[in-house]
Structure formats: structure tokens, C-alpha cells
């Protein structure tokens, strides 16, 4: 009898879920302290995010106001500062099409943006001596709670106890946008409901895939190589494993905010391995962070996981993809080592057990490794997490498996994506360019809990 049920509950879901999206009414944003475009709010360096306001600027460096004697009432303006700003708007969950009007009427510019969590979106967007450009791009916003009532289970990195707030960008309320780069000129923002054929690409890992608040994974750079046709949606987080993905009612959130025809990659087992000890994700008091609970044998329970996971998202009508872990390097020796391999293999097995297309990062991370050199030591933070360098160049792998595989998702990669070979890694090391902010982390104000809202804290 449930089998019966799970179709129409899914068309429901999908009904409401666009009814809550096309509710949010097209916002636009002119920046800067000239005259304000017909139809735009003004924002001026000095707006502040406000629960009362609904947008505005996070506090953070000193923001300037440059106006110019050329150009519209839109792009004669702009909002530039010589530190990393962020510009936050209100808005029910969903997917969001952010449209940017970027450049100087009299000037050049040079626009790095990123969302939420430091996802990257547009690198390093040049606009020559008197030019504007428009540019757009889609993001997720979501928030921990669940159709049932009951909401996600987040941990200490997410949740602060004390005060009873969301720590991170990544389940507020808020759609965030980060401003850096050599020159930024941000003239104008415009935020509206996304298309419905939108494809969502659902990221499923752990802290090797997250969006970190510093440094970075493959799931943070991957959004940065997709048209506007798609929305990257990274449900990875720090600590997890394939058992402690479903406790955590994670793959819960996603199974219900899917639609057929999205696609859900998988990367697990850099955690799955451990056996004893506490996650320091987790108070201690909280069992959740016990490894000897999530711990999965890799030829056994991981297997089966991954498989497990396939299966569930095909009844959905998603398309899953399981990516192998990524290769753990010994830092004294700057070379891969064997710590992931039962993993490394046996995730080839899972996606065989679930039938679903299979993209062997823990394979292609192992070339780059070697191929690096001395330079891999640049390519991590440690031996375990990436650092942006390889995190870049994960990303890179990512896409060329998705294009081996002949996924029709390889329709929707930009056309200067490159062709990538892991064996001949680039950009080396020399050549990268992609901008990195400062490591500090970022001022935030707590997010106040809403009423009605459920505690999302460990339960």
C-alpha cells in the first residue's frame, strides 16, 4: 500500500514547493548613492541587514559608494570595498536566479562572487574601462525544518545551544551574496523565483565536500562551472557518514524537496572508516558523534549504503551519481596514501549494486597527487580536507566525470570548462588565479529563532 502513496505525496510536495517559491515576488536592488532605477530599492553602503529591513549588508569592512557622470539612473553607481562584503535578502527556501549588474561607467573592475557559504559562482568577472555586464546564476536557500514538523539534526558547527541560533549562512533564512576580488563594482542585484525546469544537483558528503568556512571542497567550486540551468544544493556536512546522513534526517530534507529529473551525487567514506572515538562536531554528551555508531565495513555496510541510497533516489525520479572519496596524502611525503582505498574501490561497487553512473574521484585525486608533486602539499589544508587549490581542481574532476558518463547534465557546463585530464593537472599550481579571501572568519549576528519554529539543535 505505501508504494501506492509515494507518488502522489511526491507531486504534492512538488506542488507546494513551487506555490512557497513563486509567492516570493521579484526583488531588485540598485547600489550605490546616485538616483535609484524605476522599480528598484535603494541600497546604500550604509544598509545594514535588518529582521525589520528583510535585506542588507552583513557587518564587515568599511563599504564605499562611488557614483559617476556616465550612465543609467542603474549603472552610473555602484558599491565597491577592498575586503570581502556580503549582501543578504530574506526569503522562503527554495531556488533563486540572482541576476548582478557588475562594472564602472569610467572605470574597470574586477567581481568575484560567491553565495551562502562561500560557494563560487562567478570567478574573477572583467569588465573593461566603461563597461557593465549582467550576469546571472541560481542558489539554494534552505532551512532545517521538515514538511513534518520535526526539522534536520545540526551540529555544534551549525547549531549554537546557548543562544538557541543558526551559526551558518548555509540553514538561515537569508540568501547571502559575497562581494571580493581586485576591483568589485556591484551596481545592481536582482533576486527572483528560479524557473521550474530548473535541474537541482543535490551534493551528498562529508567535511571533504562541505561548504567550509574557510579553505574549500569540490562542492563549494562545482556551481562555479554550471549554467543557469542549474542550482547546486550542498547538503554535505562535517562528521558525516552514510548511517549518520540518515539519522540526522538529512536525507530526509532532500528526499522531500527533490523533483524527478534532479540529479544527487554521493561522496562517503572518509568517515565511514573510523570505529571509536568522539566526532568534535558533536558535545560529548551527545551519542550522535560516536564513530562506533556510524562506523561502516567497506565491503559490507557501505556497500549496501551507497546502493541503498541509489535505489531510494531513483524511486524519486532522481538521477544519483556515487563519487568514490577522495584520496587521503601524507603530508611529510606529499604523496597519496592508502588510508581510503577500501573505500576508494568499493564505492565502484555500490553504484554497480545500485545501478547508477559512478565518478572515480578517489582514482583521479590519486593522479593529481602524483602528478603535483611537492605542490600537492598546496592542494590540502592537511591530509585530509583540501585547501582551494585542489578543491578547484576536485571540482575539475567532478565535471569530467559527469561528461565520461554521458550524463545530460554535461548539456548544462559552460563552455570554458575545460577538458579536464587528472594525469596533467590545470592550472598547476603556478597558474592559479582563482581569488581567496583573507582566513578570518566572518562577523555574523545571531539569527533569532522563529516563532513556531521547532529547536534544531542536538535532540
Known amino acids: 500500500m505505501t508504494r501506492y502513496l509515494i507518488f502522489p505525496l511526491i507531486i504534492l510536495s512538488a ?3 513551487s506555490a512557497l517559491r513563486m509567492d516570493a515576488q521579484a526583488l531588485r536592488f540598485d547600489f550605490g548613492p546616485d538616483a535609484v532605477e524605476a522599480g528598484y530599492t535603494a541600497v546604500m553602503p550604509q544598509t545594514l541587514y535588518s529582521e525589520a529591513l528583510g535585506y542588507g549588508f552583513e557587518p564587515g569592512p568599511s563599504l564605499s559608494g562611488v557614483t559617476r557622470k556616465k550612465g543609467t539612473a542603474l549603472t552610473r553607481d555602484y558599491i565597491t570595498a577592498t575586503e570581502p562584503f556580503r549582501f543578504s535578502v530574506r526569503l522562503p527556501e527554495g531556488n533563486y536566479r540572482v ?12 567581481t568575484t562572487v560567491k553565495s551562502e557559504v562561500r560557494r563560487l559562482m562567478v570567478e574573477s568577472l572583467q569588465t573593461a574601462k566603461g563597461e557593465t ?9 534552505r532551512t532545517p525544518q521538515l514538511s513534518s514538523g520535526n526539522s534536520i539534526k545540526l551540529n555544534s558547527r551549525e547549531w549554537d545551544a546557548a543562544s538557541g541560533t543558526v551559526k551558518t549562512y548555509t540553514w538561515d533564512d537569508k540568501l547571502t ?3 571580493y576580488d581586485s576591483a568589485p563594482a556591484v551596481c545592481a542585484v536582482e533576486i527572483e523565483a528560479a524557473a521550474e525546469d530548473v535541474v537541482t544537483v543535490y551534493v551528498i558528503g562529508d567535511s571533504t565536500v562541505t561548504d567550509q568556512p574557510s579553505g574549500g571542497t569540490w562542492g563549494q567550486y562545482l556551481p562555479r562551472w554550471f549554467d543557469d540551468h542549474v542550482t547546486v544544493a550542498n547538503h554535505a556536512e562535517s562528521g558525516m557518514t552514510i548511517k549518520g546522513f540518515r539519522f540526522m534526517r538529512r536525507w530526509d530534507k532532500i528526499m522531500e524537496s527533490c ?9 562517503l567514506g572518509t568517515n565511514d572508516e573510523k570505529r571509536s572515538g568522539h566526532d568534535a562536531m558533536w558535545p560529548q554528551e551527545d551519542l550522535a558523534g560516536d564513530w562506533v555508531r556510524t562506523h561502516a565495513d567497506p565491503e ?5 549504503g551507497l546502493a541503498t541510497m541509489a535505489l531510494e533516489a531513483k524511486r524519486h ?5 556515487i563519487v568514490s572519496p577522495m584520496t587521503k596524502i601524507d603530508r611529510r611525503t606529499a604523496t597519496s596514501t592508502e588510508l581510503m582505498t577500501p573505500y576508494g574501490i568499493n564505492a565502484r561497487r555500490g553504484a554497480e549494486l545500485g545501478e547508477c553512473a559512478y565518478i572515480d574521484l578517489w582514482s583521479m585525486s590519486r593522479q593529481i597527487v602524483s602528478a603535483l608533486g611537492q605542490d600537492a602539499l598546496a592542494a ?7 585547501d582551494n587549490f585542489g578543491a578547484y581542481l576536485y571540482a575539475l574532476c567532478i565535471t569530467r566525470g559527469i561528461r565520461e558518463q554521458n550524463l545530460p547534465l554535461k548539456d548544462f557546463l559552460l563552455p570554458e570548462t575545460p577538458a579536464f585530464d587528472p594525469a596533467h593537472p590545470h592550472p598547476v599550481l603556478s597558474e592559479f588565479t582563482c581569488p581567496v579571501e583573507p582566513r578570518r572568519a566572518p562577523q555574523r549576528p545571531p539569527v533569532p529563532q522563529r516563532n513556531g519554529q521547532t529547536e534544531f539543535g542536538p535532540l
Do not use: E
Open 15 to 17: 506542488l507546494l514547493g
Open 300 to 304: 559490507k555496510d557501505y556497500v549496501w
Open 317 to 321: 525520479g532522481m538521477i544519483p551519481v
Open 177 to 179: 551574496l559575497q562581494f
Open 380 to 386: 590540502y589544508a592537511d591530509g585530509t580536507h583540501t
Open 133 to 141: 555586464r549582467k550576469v546571472s546564476f541560481n542558489v539554494n536557500v
Open 99 to 110: 541576476t548582478l549588474t557588475l562594472g564602472d561607467t569610467q572605470g574597470s573592475s574586477c
Open 259 to 267: 523533483k524527478p529529473g534532479d540529479y544527487l551525487l554521493i561522496q
